[in-house]
C-alpha cells in the first residue's frame, strides 16, 4: 500500500528538478514525486506530494528529511490526509454544466445561512461551558471587588 507525503513550507522559486533531487536517495521506493505549481504563472505553490511504497519507508523520510533546509526554507514533511470527496449532488451539478449559476446561487444560501445562525442565540461549546461559566464568575468577582 503506497502512502502520501506532504512537503510543505516551500519557496516559490523552486524548480521540479530541484524538489525531486532531494529525494533521489529514495528512488528505488518512491511512486511518484509532484510539486504543485499554480497554472498561470507556472511558479510552484510552496507545496508538494511525494507517495512512497511502504508505511516504513514514508516514516523514515519523514524523520530524516522534515526540517531540512531546502532554499532557504526548512521543509515540512508529514503524512498526507485522505481526499475528502466532494458531495453527489456538486459532482452532478458540475457534470451538466450548470455548476457555475449553481455555486453562486449556494454561495448566496451560504451566507443567509451564517447571517441566520448569527442572529439566534449563540450557545456555548459544551466541551467549554464549564470553564466558560468559571471565567464569568471570576470576572464578576473582580468587578464587584473594585
Do not use: H
Not at 516514516?59 to 531546502?70: F, R, T
Amino acid at each position: 500500500m503506497s502512502i502520501r507525503l506532504y512537503v510543505g513550507n516551500l519557496s516559490r522559486d523552486l524548480q521540479r528538478p530541484d524538489f525531486e533531487s532531494v529525494f533521489a536517495t529514495y528512488s528505488d521506493d518512491l511512486v511518484s514525486v509532484k510539486l504543485i505549481s499554480d497554472k498561470k504563472t507556472g511558479k510552484c505553490r510552496g507545496f508538494g506530494f511525494v507517495t512512497v511504497k511502504t508505511e516504513e519507508k514514508a516514516d523514515e523520510i519523514v524523520a530524516q528529511l522534515n526540517g531540512q533546509v531546502l532554499t532557504e526554507l526548512p521543509m515540512k514533511i508529514e503524512k498526507a490526509l485522505p481526499r475528502t470527496k466532494t458531495e453527489p449532488e456538486t459532482e452532478a451539478q458540475e457534470a451538466s454544466g450548470s455548476s457555475k449559476r449553481s455555486r453562486n446561487n449556494n454561495r448566496k444560501s451560504a451566507v443567509a445561512a451564517t447571517v441566520a445562525s448569527a442572529s439566534t442565540t449563540a450557545q456555548p461549546d459544551p466541551r467549554w461551558a464549564n470553564q466558560l461559566e468559571q471565567l464569568k464568575a471570576m470576572l464578576a468577582a473582580q468587578t464587584t471587588a473594585s
